[in-house]
């Protein structure tokens, strides 16, 4: 490091220092701690990621770990003081921000740096270094300026990344498409046990506290492909069930999945270990856990052209309505259970949030970015999966109550292994009612759909008066485009899951029109 780039480092970390960062690992004014003894000479084996962009700042993280399995990362218990710098230029040449953060076996030696004093919709590089080591490079962006009318935002949305169902060729082809931002909307993990005819076994234990967790946390983000994909945009992420237990519903452990004999205290224990350990692991710009309280739910703004509302549907919502016990994992019809008034997807505080953000968003378009597939879905007969939003007909109207008056608001999904694409009335159970939002389905990154299911399920929702698309039968990610006048949509699979490369195609694009819902087919042009 050249004298220049050491006092702009200085600088960097008294600006840091003065602001404070509200994240848990940038403390002000604490005094910096030695580097420990013999930390291994490999120290960024977790990659670098950075997440949630604003005009002037963006949140960089890493993790400092020698063993990406251990419980306790195979560091130590000592703190680590970990530079952080942020570039104009790929080649650092350029450094514009830099400081120290400090990582805590508390949060895994987890960091999360608030880097401000950026200019706006613009790319940066950042890095960071521990002693003598430096870490990968990894690439991000600025949202532009809150007035400010850009001409397009492309970004990526996915979900369901069971490591042992598949290879992630998702996300190797993630990593090299031109997008703004990636958004993430749940089942970054899976809490079960190794299957050793899977595609990629675990090798760590079914997650129950903090320790297995971590390991788990680790085997996943230790993965290559994933680390290319953070580290090429911002993420934006949300949260499903499978990053606590299978299905679970606020502070009932889920049915079906092998955890439903834990008793409610036992059960928010492992909700807190494991919202902890999801913290550690990702660059969020949110206040870390407070035991099993953890507050996900924020908004992302990309000038006036869109706002992503980033909704949390697992921590607030009222326990599944109970299925046909024939049935697995909650399937059956819906009752007069599910329909109950006083049920709730979100929570009142998270509802009374959104409305507030939906009454003054001055965007042209919004996006509701969450879990669970929203539009009226039955997949076999007449059986829902009751734990989506089916399984909460009064909380859905009122959500779509609240997207009336909103301009051009498109809901994006996942959960449900497959790709789907559709609109939603304003009563989903009647289909001659005019449609409200867009909703768009991602399939997964790699966890399968049952193949067993795959044709009927797919021949059922082709049937079914508000959706256009269904593929069960592919793995991959939803680009999407938008400017001020349309969203340009295409549904990206990869052939195969079963080795570390795939080529990936378009299975189907469409375009959205302002002040239409309704998706079109559009020629999707070769690859
Ligand atoms: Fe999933
Ligand atoms: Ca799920």
């Known amino acids: 490091m050249d004298r220049r780039t050491f006092l702009a480092g200085l600088l960097g970390g008294a600006v840091a220092a003065g602001c404070g960062s509200g994240s848990g690992s940038t403390r002000a004014r604490r005094p910096l701690p030695p580097v420990p003894a013999g930390l291994p000479a490999d120290r960024f084996v977790l990659g670098v990621a950075s997440g949630d962009p604003r005009p002037d700042s963006v949140i960089l993280w890493t993790r400092i770990v020698a063993d990406p399995l251990s419980g306790d990362g195979g560091i130590g218990k000592a703190p680590v003081p970990v530079r952080w710098e942020v570039a104009a230029d790929e080649g650092f040449g350029r450094v514009v921000r830099s400081g120290t953060a400090v990582a805590d076996a508390a949060l895994a030696h987890s960091v999360h740096v608030d880097a401000r004093g950026l200019a706006p919709d613009r790319w940066y590089w950042y890095r960071f270094r521990v002693g003598d080591r430096t870490s990968p490079v990894g690439r991000t962006r600025t949202a532009p300026a809150a007035g400010a009318r850009p001409d397009r935002l492309r970004f990526a949305f996915a979900s369901c990344q069971n490591r042992q169902d598949g290879h992630w060729t998702a996300h190797r082809n ?297 593929n069960a039968r592919r793995r991959g990610y939803v680009t999407c485009e938008v400017s001020a006048g349309r969203l340009d949509i295409e549904h990206r699979v990869v052939d195969t899951t079963a080795s570390p490369t795939s080529d990936v195609r378009t299975d189907a694009a469409w375009t959205v029109t302002a002040g239409d819902p309704e998706p079109r087919p559009r020629p999707t042009g070769g690859a």
């Not at 990629?200 to 994909?229: F, I």
């Not at 006083?342 to 409305?355: D, H």
């Not at 991602?442 to 049952?450: A, E, G, L, N, Q």
Request: hydrophobic content about 40%; glycine content about 8%; overall charge negative.
């Open 174 to 470: 993630l990593a090299a498409e031109d997008l703004d931002l990636v958004v993430f909307l749940g089942d970054y993990i899976y809490d079960e046990d190794p299957d050793p005819a899977a595609v990629r076994p675990y090798r760590s234990a079914d997650p129950v506290d903090l320790a297995t967790y971590r390991a788990r946390w680790g085997e996943y983000k230790a993965d290559p492909a994933l680390q290319a994909s953070h580290a090429r945009f911002p993420w934006v992420c949300t949260w499903d069930d499978h990053e606590v237990s299978g299905n679970y519903a606020a502070d009932h452990a889920g049915e079906d999945y092998g955890d439903d004999g834990l008793s409610r205290k036992e059960f928010l224990a492992r909700r807190a270990a494991a919202y902890r350990v999801y913290y550690e692991n990702l660059p969020l710009r949110v206040d870390p856990p407070r035991g099993a309280d953890f507050r996900i739910h924020r908004e992302v703004a990309w000038g006036r052209l869109a706002r992503v509302f980033v909704l949390d549907t697992r921590q607030y919502r009222s326990d599944q309505a109970a299925g046909d016990p024939s049935l697995p994992a909650g399937a059956g019809p819906i009752t007069d259970e599910a329909r109950d008034e006083g049920r709730t997807m979100l929570g009142r505080a998270q509802e009374r949030w959104l409305g507030r953000a939906l009454d003054r968003t001055p965007a042209a378009w919004n996006v509701i970015a969450q879990s669970v597939v929203m539009g009226r879905m039955p997949f076999v007969g007449s059986l829902y999966n009751l734990d989506q939003w089916d399984g909460y007909p009064v909380a859905r109207r009122r959500l779509l109550a609240q997207l009336r008056g909103v301009n051009n608001p498109v809901v994006i999904s996942g959960d449900f292994h497959l790709g789907a694409l559709g609109v939603i009335p304003e009563d989903p159970e009647d289909p001659t009612t005019p449609p409200v939002a867009t909703e768009i389905v991602s399939t997964s990154i790699s966890s399968d759909f049952p193949a067993a299911l795959t044709d009927v399920a797919e021949t059922q929702i082709r049937g079914l008066p508000n959706f256009r698309y269904v």
